[in-house]
């Protein structure tokens, strides 16, 4: 009995595999893990339905982190297989050094190496997205274009943009 609920298992594991793989490899994905370049992340997206997706991404540089969630409509463009548009709401939070809080809200772009990582402040606020993004036929890639606007609320309230364009791995 132990045997042949084995053989179901593998067999089981082996058609989930083949199925992951041909869908990573068709014009559609579920699953990408990536980076984006503007100001730079790693990025992870992940359908839970066929046209809503959540996006995760963690942005690492000298001045701080900031990760961002992202929750994503996707619709289809007619006769262009692969390509998608998207848009959504989201939110961020992260810590920025003192030096970022000068820089970002004082102009000074001049760095000081001994004031690098000074006492941090806390970020808080609401994201929105709206993009392209395209799966890659016959390969497991995904690569996607977008802006995201958002709203800071800590310290003192202001809107910014990012965005930026995404390279994922497909699985």
Same mark, same amino acid.
């Given at each position: 009995m132990k045997r042949w609920m084995m053989a179901v298992a593998i067999i089981a594991a082996m058609g989930f595999a083949q199925g992951t793989n041909a869908q990573?490899? %068709?014009?559609?994905?579920?699953t990408a893990l990536g980076v984006k370049f503007w100001p730079g992340a790693v990025t992870v997206k992940h359908f839970i339905k066929d046209n809503r997706a959540l996006e995760g991404l963690g942005y690492f540089w000298d001045?701080?982190?900031?990760?961002? %969630?992202?929750?994503?409509f996707h619709g289809d463009f007619s006769g262009a297989p692969g390509l998608k548009w998207y848009a959504g709401p989201g939110f961020h939070a992260g810590v920025y050094n003192e030096n970022w809080h000068r820089h970002h809200h004082n102009g000074n772009h001049d760095h000081d190496e001994d004031d690098h990582f000074e006492e941090g402040r806390g970020s808080f606020g609401l994201d929105g997205v709206v993009g392209l993004d395209y799966k890659f036929k016959g390969a497991p890639i995904n690569m996607s274009l977008d802006l995201q606007p958002y709203v800071e609320f800590v310290d003192h309230p202001y809107m910014d943009l990012w965005g930026g364009v995404a390279v994922r791995f497909t699985f």
């Amino acid at each position: 009995m132990k045997r042949w609920m084995m053989a179901v298992a593998i067999i089981a594991a082996m058609g989930f595999a083949q199925g992951t793989n041909a869908q990573s490899m %068709g014009s559609s994905y579920k699953t990408a893990l990536g980076v984006k370049f503007w100001p730079g992340a790693v990025t992870v997206k992940h359908f839970i339905k066929d046209n809503r997706a959540l996006e995760g991404l963690g942005y690492f540089w000298d001045h701080g982190f900031r990760f961002t %969630g992202l929750y994503e409509f996707h619709g289809d463009f007619s006769g262009a297989p692969g390509l998608k548009w998207y848009a959504g709401p989201g939110f961020h939070a992260g810590v920025y050094n003192e030096n970022w809080h000068r820089h970002h809200h004082n102009g000074n772009h001049d760095h000081d190496e001994d004031d690098h990582f000074e006492e941090g402040r806390g970020s808080f606020g609401l994201d929105g997205v709206v993009g392209l993004d395209y799966k890659f036929k016959g390969a497991p890639i995904n690569m996607s274009l977008d802006l995201q606007p958002y709203v800071e609320f800590v310290d003192h309230p202001y809107m910014d943009l990012w965005g930026g364009v995404a390279v994922r791995f497909t699985f």
